[in-house]
């Protein structure tokens, strides 16, 4: 009876250590996107993609990463001098070979100064959900999906 509880108890508690490795290494994947807009670039980040992936933003489709960045968020972060994440939290759920994210923040963009030298800033609630898979040993984001409100 002792060696089944032993058993049994081994095996929860290795599946539990194996649960909380994959969930690390799925916040680090978001984190480390997170980090690169803060920093106002997308080096880096398109390892965290797969190349079909599909990226949706406050009810547009934007299609593979690599299209948002070229057509949307790319141009933008251009004219941005700071973009900041405040109130962050992060929720993952990971049944392998799939993770998913629930992501909910406050965002500051400040814009650079127009000709009239005028900085515009931009301050809003914030929700993102991420679907991610283990490929080749590496979690990716297969689909993301953004919105934002303003802030009452």
């Known amino acids: 009876m002792l060696m089944l509880l032993l058993i049994t108890t081994s095996q929860m508690f290795g599946q539990n250590v194996?649960?909380?490795?994959?969930k690390e290494a799925v916040l680090k994947v978001m984190k480390?996107?997170?980090?690169?807009?803060q920093s106002l670039t997308t080096e880096g980040?398109?390892?965290?993609?797969?190349?079909d992936s599909e990226v949706f933003e406050s009810g547009g489709v934007e299609g593979s990463y690599a299209n948002y960045i070229e057509h949307h968020l790319g141009?933008?972060?251009?004219?941005?001098?700071?973009?900041?994440f405040s109130d962050y939290e992060i929720d993952v759920k990971v049944d392998t070979p799939y993770a998913?994210?629930?992501?909910t923040y406050i965002y500051t963009i400040v814009l650079k100064a127009d000709e009239k030298g005028d900085a515009r800033t931009i301050k809003k609630k914030g929700v993102a959900t991420s679907?991610?898979?283990?490929?080749?040993?590496?979690w990716k984001i297969i689909k993301m999906h953004s919105s934002s409100r303003n802030i009452k």
């Open 75 to 84: 141009p933008e972060l251009g004219h941005f001098e700071k973009f900041e």
């Open 131 to 138: 679907i991610l898979k283990k490929v080749d040993g590496d």
């Open 100 to 103: 998913f994210t629930t992501e």
């Open 18 to 22: 194996n649960g909380e490795i994959e």
């Open 32 to 37: 480390t996107y997170k980090d690169a807009l």
């Open 45 to 51: 980040t398109f390892k965290l993609f797969t190349k």
